[in-house]
């Protein structure tokens, strides 16, 4: 292994059938104990660490995990306790890697893990670590090299027999995505991302025509994650990560059997399903193909399939139809002229987060424009959906721009129409974009439907 790549490890939460690799492990450092507490290990050390938590904290909140090597072998341990000392706090009281793995990058690797991990924990905001002074010569630098900072006051601490002091260190947690991770569903493989606590009810984002995973805003997701859920995003097949298939022809039927093919990947038995655009399209169909599997729907921008309804302004189409961009550059010029010409006119457009997100999409599909060009076609083959709509049951919110000129609001009132009592939310001023100023009224709508659902009865058609 050299210097600039990470040890492969996995991690695992750990039972009291780990205690004797545990106190394995302990052991094998003893002069670490010795500066924590002032004296060597005891052999009840891991059946003690696997157990004890602070009075009043649930046991669900307590995780000792385990980081393994490809060997199997267990290389270090991490014990955290979830919402202590208060609810928006991790404390980790121990990150200890086997001495005989020590200067080989596994105390590093397995803290990234534990960020992961922790990423499940919407509500924790901050990890806090306790250093012992005895301990500091070895400790303050692997602490500081993971981006913790030392707090102004010292508290007394007990090291044995002899009296020293301990000090809380912490650091943010970053709330972003996880990393991208791939699911092989079907013909094709499908890039994805999560946020949120992987045990909240599940909701499934589907981006629009050539668009992927990126556009749905970080924040965005980070709220509807903070809210109640716990988010997914993908990338469409032909777009961004997920297989491209030249040459291929398919439907949207298609696209919204991969959708499931990713939920059955998740082990997600039902979802509440949120699509914008091309994605509204899909999010309809797998209500009608998989109605089981949907808790509540969400159309954002989109429509029915009906003629005449949700149409696109002529005046969009020079822009729909510009060459190729040749550069990263000139991905992002186009983007942003885009936007402008599609974009809310009634809210400030992010021309940042546009620049951000074209960037990151350029980087990861620099040929994007082939496999939009084939989910267009999938879009101009399909039939209208209005009266499969109308045997929806599922929990059903339309929301649509009144200043959207890439699919008139039509759109989206044809879609309210079709599917009884489903609520239409007209956005004064939105056009064919996702403007922050927006969110809250978006937001609120999507979490308001989602919580519509009854939870003991599945989404359904007639």
Not at 57 to 80: E, F, S, W
Not at 259 to 265: E, P, S
Not at 296 to 309: C, F, H, I, Y
Not at 375 to 381: D, G, K, L, S, Y
Request: glycine letters at 8%; proline letters at 7%.
């Amino acid at each position: 292994m050299t210097a600039t790549e990470k040890p492969q490890l996995t991690l695992r939460q750990l039972d009291q059938r780990a205690t004797k690799a545990v106190q394995a492990l302990l052991d094998a450092d003893p002069h670490y104990a010795r500066r924590v507490t002032g004296t060597a290990t005891p052999p009840h050390a891991a059946a003690e660490l696997l157990s004890t938590r602070p009075p009043g904290l649930p046991a669900a909140h307590k995780a000792v995990l385990g980081a393994y090597n490809d060997t199997g072998a267990l290389v270090a341990v991490v014990d955290v306790l979830r919402g202590w000392p208060d609810d928006h706090t991790g404390h980790i009281g121990l990150l200890q890697t086997h001495s005989a793995y020590q200067g080989r990058g596994i105390g590093r690797r397995t803290h990234e893990l534990l960020l992961e991990w922790v990423a499940r924990w919407p509500e924790v905001q901050r990890l806090r670590a306790t250093i012992v002074a005895t301990n500091a010569t070895f400790a303050d630098p692997f602490w500081t090299a993971l981006g913790y900072h030392p707090g102004d006051t010292a508290t007394p601490y007990l090291a044995g027999d002899e009296p020293t002091t301990a000090l809380a260190w912490t650091r943010e947690v970053p709330n972003g995505p996880s990393p991208e991770r791939f699911a092989n569903v079907g013909a094709v493989t499908v890039c994805y991302q999560t946020f949120g606590n992987p045990t909240s009810p599940t909701m499934l984002l589907i981006m629009g025509l050539g668009f992927q995973l990126v556009h749905w805003p970080d924040a965005f997701c980070r709220q509807l994650a903070h809210h109640g859920s716990h988010v997914v995003r993908f990338d469409n097949r032909d777009a961004g990560r997920s297989t491209h298939l030249p040459g291929a022809r398919y439907t949207l039927d298609d696209m919204a059997d991969d959708a499931v093919g990713l939920l059955d990947h998740l082990g997600v038995a039902t979802a509440h399903v949120v699509g914008a655009s091309l994605g509204g399209m899909v999010a309809q169909l797998i209500a009608i193909r998989h109605p089981n599997r949907v808790a509540s729907l969400a159309s954002m921008m989109s429509t029915t399939g009906q003629r005449g309804k949700g149409r696109t302004s002529p005046v969009l189409l020079r822009h729909l139809i510009a060459r190729r961009p040749r550069t990263e550059e000139e991905a992002v010029e186009r983007r942003v002229r885009i936007f402008e010409a599609v974009g809310s006119t009634g809210f400030d457009q992010d021309l940042d987060e546009v620049r951000r997100a074209t960037r990151a999409a350029f980087r990861r599909d620099p040929d994007a424009r082939d496999g939009r060009t084939r989910q267009h076609r999938a879009i101009r083959t399909a039939s209208d959906r209005t009266s499969a709509l109308a045997r929806l049951t599922v929990p059903t919110v339309a929301i649509h721009g009144t200043a959207d000129r890439m699919c008139h609001p039509s759109g989206g009132r044809a879609t309210a129409a079709a599917i009884p009592g489903a609520r239409l939310e007209l956005v004064e001023g939105m056009g064919h974009d996702l403007p922050p100023a927006a969110w809250p009224r978006i937001i609120t709508a999507l979490t308001h439907n989602a919580r519509t659902a009854d939870p003991h009865q599945r989404g359904g058609s007639q």
